[in-house]
């Protein structure tokens, strides 16, 4: 390096060769503009624009370094008034100049002389200059704070600083290295690693901001990991003063989420609330309801579980965590190793029926419906498997005491696994099931294209044509029902729904779909979803009705459909429970229940988790069914009641059986009496 080079250096500072270029922050979920990261540039005369790269090493060699900062923070200040005061301003910060005590007297006055408020300033500090000189570096940053300057720091994960040093330095910001970012889409590493980043952020309650975003599948995939704020091409690259205004005007910036994109569902459970928070509720849900939850890795190992399954296992929580299915339910595991094995390839198995030991009343069995769920990341890749199992003994016992026999009692319950299909744009089948072939006996090649019609009942062929018409006309789900030959000649009644997938344009570009035995059981449960909203899954796979109202104004947070379905009534999102404890309810005694005395209100106001209780209850439609309700308060960490949780069950059909059968025990018993006239009897 010569002297002519940090002579020509000094001139060019001087002459305010270096100007500043403004590249936008952009709020990931609104789209909106936030502020600017502002980078030097050097508008060389014989060379062309040139960037810091070149030029930041010589200055921080030859001490001119602090000279341009000054020089390019006086050009910022001025710009800044012709920027909205709420935009923020971010400038990178060198080793060199951390290591100045002068460098916060300087910033301050020279804010001070353009009538720029610090409040608006965040100096951003790269990792890697944390590794030295840390206590002059302490001095100086809590000096900017004081001043009302933000920090941040800088391409995060690239360096070799401790999260000591993160933990001590008062920072506002945190930043992913572009680094990550760029790779995200094709590297599981680097998308852990900016999960990790955004996690660690949230958690000390920083702002995480993504730098190198250049298309919109790094911003929704960002936005689905609960990243704020994002910069990069796909928002502007930098540009000069001059063409601020016209930024400015346009206002035009990418969304997140895309109407198109891949993660139309980046906010789980449909809760506006920060991601900690969401996770906090989510946890709160996840022990409070009366189904029992968990998630297994690929390994088939547990990584979380709720209390619910813990009781039914009859094993501690801490107690599963680590260990494999096949250790916590040894005797269990071989009934599950398909559905588990099946789910891990991508296929979901949704209410199969187990048997398993009672473990208050070892001479009796419990039943169990249970529904295992590939769960998928960013990308769609299965990293393990979601599992609900719902306690359905009560129910089992009713359904035995009223069939007519074990084999009938079998039919009208089964549940058969769903069979998964695809289809073109147009509509043909390009792909569906081995089971398909077990069912009809068709093989795949002959089902593919329109082959699957001829198992159509020619009844039900006009009404499904015109139905599958419409769903590709228009890009509406399809949801119909139909009768198919079996292999042996029998006739089925069978459930198709499908859904489109879109590309980034908005055209459909695939239709998926699957098809579910409803001839014995008509309960179709709604298909669960993917991503980090498992739990939402798990709500619409379950088959009882479930409701969640929050505490203590009990406004419903979220429902399945099975619970709209039994109630005869919409669960809008911002009703609230007394609209449906309104409706005239009795008990088995025939005594009418007071709104402060439905399970519900009971476990948000008292905190008291209930039974089954049986209930007349008045529907929508002024008729009138018996339902059964089991309730349970939902607790934060602070074991204060955040809402409660209801599980709904149709008994109308197996309570009024019972009650003919019991009357025609009581007309049979009267006719027999030798005591009796005929005249009494």
């Given at each position: 390096m010569s002297s002519d080079d940090a002579s020509t250096l000094r001139k060019a500072i001087e002459n305010s060769q270096i100007v500043p270029f403004f590249q936008p922050l952009v709020e990931l979920r609104t789209g909106r503009l936030r502020g600017f990261e502002v980078l030097a540039r050097w508008q060389h005369p014989l060379r062309g624009l040139v960037l810091p790269d070149d030029f930041i090493p010589l200055a921080e060699a030859t001490g001119l370094n602090g000279l341009l900062t000054s020089n390019l923070l006086r050009s910022v200040f001025a710009e800044a008034k012709g920027i909205p005061e709420h935009l923020t301003l971010s400038v990178n910060v060198s080793l060199t100049q951390l290591t100045d005590r002068t460098l916060p007297k300087n910033i301050c006055l020279t804010a001070r002389a353009a009538g720029f408020s610090l409040n608006r300033l965040i100096l951003e500090i790269t990792e890697s200059a944390l590794v030295d000189n840390t206590e002059y570096i302490y001095f100086i940053a809590n000096e900017l704070k004081e001043?009302?300057?933000?920090?941040?720091?800088?391409?995060?994960?690239?360096?070799?600083?401790?999260?000591?040093?993160?933990?001590?330095?008062?920072?506002?910001?945190?930043?992913?290295?572009?680094?990550?970012?760029?790779?995200?889409?094709?590297?599981?590493?680097?998308?852990?690693?900016?999960?990790?980043?955004?996690?660690?952020?949230?958690?000390?309650?920083?702002?995480?901001?993504?730098?190198?975003?250049?298309?919109?599948?790094?911003?929704?995939?960002?936005?689905?990991?609960?990243?704020?704020?994002?910069?990069?091409?796909?928002?502007?690259?930098?540009?000069?003063?001059?063409?601020?205004?016209?930024?400015?005007?346009?206002?035009?910036?990418?969304?997140s989420v895309d109407p198109a994109s891949k993660y139309p569902d980046a906010s789980p459970l449909r809760l506006e609330a920060l991601p900690t928070q969401r996770l906090a509720q989510l946890h709160a849900i996840y022990d409070g309801?009366?189904?029992?939850?968990?998630?297994?890795?690929?390994?088939?190992?547990?990584?979380?579980?709720?209390?619910?399954?813990?009781?039914?296992?009859?094993?501690?929580?801490?107690?599963?965590?680590?260990?494999?299915?096949?250790?916590?339910?040894?005797?269990?595991?071989?009934?599950?190793?398909?559905?588990?094995?099946?789910?891990?390839?991508?296929?979901?198995?949704?209410?199969?029926?187990?048997?398993?030991?009672?473990?208050?009343?070892?001479?009796?069995?419990?039943?169990?419906l249970i529904s295992f769920q590939p769960a998928r990341d960013e990308v769609d890749e299965v990293i393990g498997v979601s599992v609900s199992v719902v306690d359905i003994t009560p129910r089992k016992q009713a359904e035995e005491a009223l069939a007519e026999s074990e084999d009938h009692y079998r039919q009208t319950v089964e549940l058969n696994p769903q069979i998964p299909w695809t289809a073109a744009p147009d509509g043909m089948i390009l792909d569906v099931s081995r089971r398909a072939e077990i069912l009809t006996g068709l093989t795949r090649e002959q089902t593919l294209g329109q082959g699957w019609l001829q198992v159509l009942h020619p009844e039900d062929v006009p009404q499904v044509v015109v139905v599958w018409e419409h769903a590709l006309r228009t890009g509406d789900s399809l949801d119909t029902q139909y009768r198919i030959r079996r292999h042996d000649g029998v006739w089925r009644w069978m459930r198709a729904r499908a859904s489109p997938r879109r590309g980034a344009d908005g055209e459909i570009i695939r239709w998926y779909g699957t098809l579910e035995d409803i001839d014995d059981h008509k309960k179709a449960l709604e298909a669960l979803r993917s991503s980090e909203a498992r739990l939402q899954a798990v709500f619409a796979a379950v088959p009882v009705g479930i409701v969640i109202a929050d505490a203590p104004n009990g406004r419903i947070i979220m429902s399945n459909p099975r619970a709209e379905n039994i109630l005869g009534r919409p669960m809008a999102p911002q009703s609230t429970i007394q609209e449906y404890t309104q409706a005239k309810g009795y008990r088995t005694d025939g005594s009418l229940i007071q709104a402060h005395e439905y399970p519900l209100v009971r476990a948000i106001l008292q905190g008291e988790t209930t039974n089954a209780e049986e209930l007349l209850y008045q529907r929508g439609d002024g008729s009138h069914a018996w339902i059964n309700l089991s309730a349970a308060p939902i607790r934060a960490a602070d074991d204060q009641i955040v809402g409660g949780v209801v599980a709904i069950q149709d008994i109308d059909k197996e309570k009024r059986e019972m009650q003919r059968l019991r009357g025609l025990i009581s007309a049979n018993e009267i006719s027999k009496s030798p005591n009796l006239t005929d005249h009494e009897k």
């Amino acid at each position: 390096m010569s002297s002519d080079d940090a002579s020509t250096l000094r001139k060019a500072i001087e002459n305010s060769q270096i100007v500043p270029f403004f590249q936008p922050l952009v709020e990931l979920r609104t789209g909106r503009l936030r502020g600017f990261e502002v980078l030097a540039r050097w508008q060389h005369p014989l060379r062309g624009l040139v960037l810091p790269d070149d030029f930041i090493p010589l200055a921080e060699a030859t001490g001119l370094n602090g000279l341009l900062t000054s020089n390019l923070l006086r050009s910022v200040f001025a710009e800044a008034k012709g920027i909205p005061e709420h935009l923020t301003l971010s400038v990178n910060v060198s080793l060199t100049q951390l290591t100045d005590r002068t460098l916060p007297k300087n910033i301050c006055l020279t804010a001070r002389a353009a009538g720029f408020s610090l409040n608006r300033l965040i100096l951003e500090i790269t990792e890697s200059a944390l590794v030295d000189n840390t206590e002059y570096i302490y001095f100086i940053a809590n000096e900017l704070k004081e001043q009302g300057c933000r920090l941040a720091l800088d391409d995060f994960g690239t360096g070799y600083s401790s999260l000591r040093h993160l933990q001590a330095l008062p920072f506002d910001e945190l930043k992913i290295d572009a680094s990550f970012v760029r790779s995200m889409t094709h590297t599981k590493e680097s998308r852990k690693i900016a999960a990790a980043i955004i996690g660690l952020g949230n958690s000390l309650d920083l702002v995480t901001v993504a730098e190198g975003i250049e298309d919109q599948t790094h911003a929704d995939m960002l936005l689905w990991l609960g990243c704020e704020l994002g910069q990069g091409w796909l928002y502007g690259k930098p540009i000069p003063s001059e063409e601020l205004p016209e930024l400015l005007a346009a206002k035009i910036f990418p969304l997140s989420v895309d109407p198109a994109s891949k993660y139309p569902d980046a906010s789980p459970l449909r809760l506006e609330a920060l991601p900690t928070q969401r996770l906090a509720q989510l946890h709160a849900i996840y022990d409070g309801v009366p189904v029992g939850l968990c998630f297994l890795d690929r390994n088939l190992r547990y990584v979380s579980v709720n209390k619910r399954l813990a009781v039914i296992n009859n094993t501690p929580v801490a107690l599963h965590l680590g260990r494999s299915v096949a250790e916590v339910s040894p005797h269990l595991f071989p009934q599950f190793e398909p559905y588990l094995r099946s789910a891990l390839c991508g296929d979901a198995t949704i209410g199969i029926e187990v048997s398993g030991p009672n473990h208050k009343q070892p001479d009796q069995l419990m039943t169990f419906l249970i529904s295992f769920q590939p769960a998928r990341d960013e990308v769609d890749e299965v990293i393990g498997v979601s599992v609900s199992v719902v306690d359905i003994t009560p129910r089992k016992q009713a359904e035995e005491a009223l069939a007519e026999s074990e084999d009938h009692y079998r039919q009208t319950v089964e549940l058969n696994p769903q069979i998964p299909w695809t289809a073109a744009p147009d509509g043909m089948i390009l792909d569906v099931s081995r089971r398909a072939e077990i069912l009809t006996g068709l093989t795949r090649e002959q089902t593919l294209g329109q082959g699957w019609l001829q198992v159509l009942h020619p009844e039900d062929v006009p009404q499904v044509v015109v139905v599958w018409e419409h769903a590709l006309r228009t890009g509406d789900s399809l949801d119909t029902q139909y009768r198919i030959r079996r292999h042996d000649g029998v006739w089925r009644w069978m459930r198709a729904r499908a859904s489109p997938r879109r590309g980034a344009d908005g055209e459909i570009i695939r239709w998926y779909g699957t098809l579910e035995d409803i001839d014995d059981h008509k309960k179709a449960l709604e298909a669960l979803r993917s991503s980090e909203a498992r739990l939402q899954a798990v709500f619409a796979a379950v088959p009882v009705g479930i409701v969640i109202a929050d505490a203590p104004n009990g406004r419903i947070i979220m429902s399945n459909p099975r619970a709209e379905n039994i109630l005869g009534r919409p669960m809008a999102p911002q009703s609230t429970i007394q609209e449906y404890t309104q409706a005239k309810g009795y008990r088995t005694d025939g005594s009418l229940i007071q709104a402060h005395e439905y399970p519900l209100v009971r476990a948000i106001l008292q905190g008291e988790t209930t039974n089954a209780e049986e209930l007349l209850y008045q529907r929508g439609d002024g008729s009138h069914a018996w339902i059964n309700l089991s309730a349970a308060p939902i607790r934060a960490a602070d074991d204060q009641i955040v809402g409660g949780v209801v599980a709904i069950q149709d008994i109308d059909k197996e309570k009024r059986e019972m009650q003919r059968l019991r009357g025609l025990i009581s007309a049979n018993e009267i006719s027999k009496s030798p005591n009796l006239t005929d005249h009494e009897k």
